[in-house]
């Protein structure tokens, strides 16, 4: 069964930059996958995605500013998130995108953002 690890979540200023991170075990390459996020009391939404082509796509609310990447030798993930904004706030998870059926849920990493 497929693993997602999330991490690299943290405390960061408005205007601040932070780069996470989702590792997957059990699972010999990415093809496509996926960040979303939730917020307190939202539900969960599509953040980013990429596909093993390494085409890119962004939720409006981050285009410009988050870009994800994959490190398939390392199984691995990541979102940079740049001029982060309060709104970004959430806890962050990787998996399928949307038009894919999902792995098992991971259990996320915070982003706490402060003004």
């Known amino acids: 069964q497929v693993q997602l690890v999330e991490s690299g979540g943290d405390l960061v200023q408005a205007g601040g930059s932070l780069k996470i991170s989702c590792s997957a075990v059990?699972?010999?390459?990415?093809?496509?996958i996926a960040w979303y996020r939730q917020a307190p009391g939202k539900e969960r939404e599509f953040v980013a995605s990429?596909?093993?082509?390494?085409?890119?796509n962004y939720a409006d609310s981050v285009k410009g500013r988050f870009t994800i990447s994959i490190d398939n030798p390392k199984r691995t993930v990541y979102l940079q998130m740049n001029s982060v904004k309060p709104d970004d706030a959430a806890v962050y998870y990787c998996?399928?995108?949307?038009?894919?059926?999902?792995?098992?849920w991971g259990q996320g990493t915070q982003v706490i953002v402060s003004a």
């Open positions: 059990a699972i010999s390459r990415f093809r496509n």
């Open positions: 998996n399928s995108p949307p038009e894919f059926d999902p792995y098992v």
């Open positions: 990429i596909t093993d082509e390494h085409t890119e």
